[in-house]
């Protein structure tokens, strides 16, 4: 089973400041890797797919990349609304979780 | 507007039963997959099982193997959670996710439903 590890655990950013959180997969996933946003009280809502694609209504200020075990979430210049808890996952697998949250 | 609306949840005594069900709504149910993804009370979240679109093919995380069936009813459009023999460890929020196809044929959860909240106590 391929395994998810994420980091950091918690990052304390400023609005406007530039958030990158990793995912680092156990094996190779090549490209099968998605990103989801869970803010409290709400469900995930998925923000990429395919490692670097944007799903419908993500701003552009989310981009990600990656490929083989080694994968990036940026946040190009934090919003408010972008502070909750970010997920990578790959299949039926999903890492712990990297909580962006307020300096 | 695509949406899930997820209910039957609740409170229920270890070794309990409880099935929840899943409304869609806004988009050709028969055409997806669908899923159910769970996360304990402030945890992470835990694929639980899914279901092809015509009920044929069903998967399960081994935590909830020989006790949980996913089911479908695609006339009614809505998905299902029979849980039994419930655990303590099973209490979460129960979250209800179609697969989001992307043109390259990967899967993803997209979107999902508001959850319902599951709790095995006695």
């Known amino acids: 089973e391929i395994v998810l590890t994420q980091s950091p655990a918690t990052l304390s950013l400023s609005p406007g400041e530039r958030a990158t959180l990793s995912c680092r997969a156990s094996?190779?996933?090549?490209?099968?890797l998605a990103w989801y946003q869970q803010k409290p009280g709400l469900a995930p809502r998925l923000l990429i797919y395919?490692?670097?694609n944007r799903a419908t209504g993500v701003p552009a200020r989310f981009s990600g990349s990656g490929s083989g075990t080694d994968f990036t979430l940026s946040i190009s210049s934090l919003e408010p609304e972008d502070f909750a808890v970010y997920y990578c996952?790959?299949?039926?697998?999903f890492g712990p979780g990297t909580k962006v949250d307020i300096k | 507007e695509v949406q899930l609306v997820e209910s039957g949840g609740g409170l229920v005594q270890p070794g309990g039963s409880l099935r929840l069900s899943c409304a869609a709504s806004?988009?050709?149910?028969?055409?997806?997959?669908m899923n159910w993804v769970r996360q304990a009370p402030g945890k992470g979240l835990e694929w639980v099982a899914n279901?092809?679109?015509?009920?044929?093919?069903?998967y399960y995380v081994d935590a909830v193997k020989g006790r949980f069936t996913i089911s479908r009813d695609n006339d009614k459009n809505s998905l299902y959670l029979q849980m039994n023999s419930l655990r303590a460890e099973d209490t979460a929020l129960y979250y209800c996710?179609?697969?989001?196809?992307?043109?390259?044929?990967?899967?993803?959860?997209?979107?999902w439903g508001q959850g319902t909240l599951v709790t095995v106590s006695s």
């Open positions: 996952q790959h299949r039926s697998n």
């Open positions: 395919d490692a670097s």
């Open positions: 279901i092809n679109q015509d009920g044929s093919d069903k």
């Open positions: 996710a179609r697969s989001y196809v992307t043109a390259s044929g990967t899967k993803w959860f997209d979107p």
């Open positions: 094996q190779s996933v090549s490209s099968n």
């Open positions: 806004g988009f050709t149910f028969n055409n997806y997959w």
